[in-house]
């Protein structure tokens, strides 16, 4: 019996595989091309540009921190620098107080007014006045243009007349105000008088050129003789001596 065999013709796989090595080919071309011109990265690529940023950020932080820190570094005082005298030896400082004599201070809420209570139990035979009642009185000192951070009480000269309040302000300047004033009468003969009107006292002004002051010291000056004196501090341990840079003369 004679039958018909049907052959089935096998189709050749060749061009597919082209097609695909050919798509192969072209996506990896691709790749390269856009990695090459910056387009896309690789995953290396990517970690190395996010470490160089990461780097960049901390470095610029740490350089940050170091000039902070460096800014608000304060240096211990260092009695040979004087901002304004090279000629005095100072020695034996301590930290000025709100408190001494008698006087005691504290700054009023709103930092444009001091109180000043004075114990004339204490403070009358030091002042050289001929007639008080020994009771604690309460002053009010006013006169300032900008806020008061802390309040001293100094020593300037070789006596009770002397004695000066100090200011610290906000800004880091010194305003000050003599307890005492010294006056001429009519033959010239000087003498002096407590610094207050209608038991109230204002200040004598800003102290010039003194800026930058962190803290208050007393300390002993000598050139030849010697005095007690106040000195400001400032950040870097140089200093301000302050009785050189005002005059508690009315005339």
Do not use: H, R
């Not at 444009?112 to 002042?127: E, K, Q, R, Y």
């Amino acid at each position: 019996m004679n039958g018909n065999i049907t052959v089935k013709e096998k189709k050749s796989k060749g061009p597919v595989i082209i097609i695909i090595i050919l798509v192969l080919v072209i996506v990896g071309l691709s790749t390269y091309i856009l990695s090459d011109k910056g387009i896309i990265f690789t995953d290396k690529e990517e970690k190395t540009e996010s470490y160089k940023k990461d780097t960049t950020k901390t470095d610029k932080k740490d350089n940050d921190d170091n000039t902070t820190k460096e800014e608000d570094t304060i240096k211990p005082l260092d009695l040979s620098k004087c901002l304004n005298n090279s000629t005095n030896t100072y020695s034996n400082q301590s930290e000025a107080t709100a408190s001494k004599y008698g006087l005691s201070m504290s700054v009023n809420q709103d930092k444009m007014s001091v109180t000043l209570n004075i114990d004339w139990a204490t403070f009358g035979p030091i002042s050289g006045a001929t007639a008080y009642v020994g009771t604690v009185k309460t002053y009010q000192i006013t006169g300032f243009t900008s806020k008061v951070k802390a309040a001293y009480i100094g020593d300037v000269g070789q006596d009770a007349t002397g004695i000066t309040l100090f200011f610290l302000m906000e800004d880091n300047t010194v305003s000050y105000m003599p307890m005492f004033i010294w006056k001429q009468d009519t033959q010239g003969n000087g003498y002096s008088q407590m610094n207050y009107t209608n038991d109230n006292f204002v200040i004598k002004g800003v102290l010039p050129t003194a800026k930058d002051v962190i803290n208050l010291y007393i300390a002993n000056a000598s050139n030849g003789s010697g005095y007690i004196t106040t000195i400001a501090a400032t950040k870097d341990g140089s200093f301000y001596d302050l009785s050189l840079l005002f005059t508690n003369k009315d005339y």
